[in-house]
Nanobody
Framework: VQLQASGGGLVQAGGYLRLSCAASGGTFGDYAVGWFRQAPAKLREFVAAISWSGGSTLYADSVRGRFTISGDNAKNTMYLEMSTLRPEDTAIYYC??????????????????WGQGTLVTVSS
């Protein structure tokens, strides 16, 4: 599975961005997928995940209520809608996928495929 992230950019605090992650080489609906981020001088951290059925989602405490993960099987694309952005959300955002039909927690514990990052910068 190949993943291609896009949609990053510069936004003011309180603003909105939508990231996209397009998948190829597999059927999107067969994979639990998610987002991670890495801020400068910090470790990569989990942000959000969605199950391969689309019925379950997981969020990091820091983004719950502000970010929404979703998927469009017809377009083989996953989205991360980010609202009420804060300067501390500034990071490179990566999309990732578990192995085919793995449970949603596998995205966090053993991500199998990674996309390249897309930079999100939130100015204060």
């Amino acid at each position: 599975v190949q993943l291609q992230a896009s949609g990053g950019g510069l936004v003011q605090a309180g603003g909105y961005l939508r990231l996209s992650c397009a998948a190829s080489g597999g059927t999107f609906g067969d994979y639990a997928v998610g987002w991670f981020r890495q801020a400068p001088a910090k470790l990569r951290e989990f942000v959000a995940a969605i199950s391969w059925s689309g019925g379950s989602t997981l969020y990091a405490d820091s983004v719950r209520g502000r970010f929404t993960i979703s998927g469009d099987n017809a377009k083989n694309t996953m989205y991360l809608e980010m609202s009420t952005l804060r300067p501390e959300d500034t990071a490179i955002y990566y999309c990732a996928s578990a192995e085919r039909e793995a449970p949603i927690v596998a995205v966090i514990r053993t991500p199998a495929y990674w996309g390249q990052g897309t930079l999100v910068t939130v100015s204060s």
